[in-house]
């Protein structure tokens, strides 16, 4: 796999979660900066799917789909062998995908608790383990996303903040344990889309008016952040970017 004009091997990324919302900004930037983008899904296959064909028709052959339940150990192992059928690097790594509901403590289930943490935190834990050699030949990029929320917790979401927050430090560990060859950092969004069950309309203006920019940031906000941190930042390793509007400014 090259460029085609200097002989270099194109680079190849990885977004989990890729099928929709910030983890499609994420493959269609990549894609934009030169990279051939493996897109992951867990259930939207469709969605996945149609966001490779339109890469795939602005460059032949520069997209995929893998398919795999990263909360499970199995789909773990699953999604590393397709991703060895179709390429022989990877240089970056996104991990992005991730569950996000409500719990209240006093009423939190174990399976709440397994659910969020294996897909927050366990399935990017034990991905970056299976992709390791792989990483660390082409000296690679591992990007995980966070959450403003692993500081600054979000009421009746508790076991959400803690699982992310535990992937802020898994960052911070990853980078120190990995370097030199692969280098780790994380990007925090804070308000950039709505949930899908969106919060009415005072709640909205509460969230925004707490920002310094007083606005809902974009996916593609994120999606720029993470392609520096990737592609543009050879020195930077174990940072987590806040890109926020300024809301951790705790204003």
């Known amino acids: 796999m090259s460029s085609g004009k200097t002989g270099a091997p194109q680079k190849t990324a990885l977004v989990t979660g890729g099928a929709a919302r910030i983890g499609a900004a994420i493959a269609e930037e990549l894609h934009q900066r030169g990279c051939v ?3 992951h899904c867990n259930s939207n296959r ?3 799917e149609a966001l490779a064909e339109r890469l795939n028709a602005a460059r032949s052959g520069s997209a995929c789909v893998v398919q795999a339940d990263l909360s499970q150990p199995a789909g773990v192992e699953q999604l590393a062998a397709q991703l060895r059928s179709k390429w022989e690097r990877l240089d970056v790594l996104v991990n992005n995908a991730s569950r996000f509901y409500p719990n209240i403590v ?3 289930q174990a399976w ?3 659910d969020l943490l294996n897909s927050n935190l366990r399935g990017p834990w034990f991905l970056v383990q299976a992709l390791l050699g792989e990483l660390r030949t082409a000296g690679g990029s591992i990007i995980n996303i966070i959450d403003v929320h692993a500081e600054r917790p979000m009421r009746g979401h508790s076991v959400y903040c803690i699982s992310k927050a535990a992937l802020a430090m898994m ?3 990853l980078a120190r344990e990995l370097g030199p060859e692969v280098r780790v950092n994380g990007v925090s969004p804070g308000a950039i889309l709505w949930p899908e069950r969106e ?3 005072a709640e909205k203006q509460n ?3 707490r920002t310094a920019l007083k606005r809902l940031g974009e996916p593609r906000d994120i999606a720029s952040a993470v392609a520096y941190l990737a592609l543009d930042a ?3 390793t174990g940072q987590i970017l806040a890109v926020d509007g300024g809301r951790s400014l705790n204003i």
Do not use: F, M, S
């Open 106 to 108: 006093g009423e939190t």
């Open 234 to 236: 050879p020195y930077v």
């Open 37 to 39: 983008v493996a897109v």
């Open 46 to 48: 469709d969605g996945a």
């Open 207 to 209: 969230i925004l008016g």
């Open 199 to 201: 919060p009415a309309a």
């Open 171 to 173: 960052t911070r560990a």
């Open 112 to 114: 709440q608790w397994e």
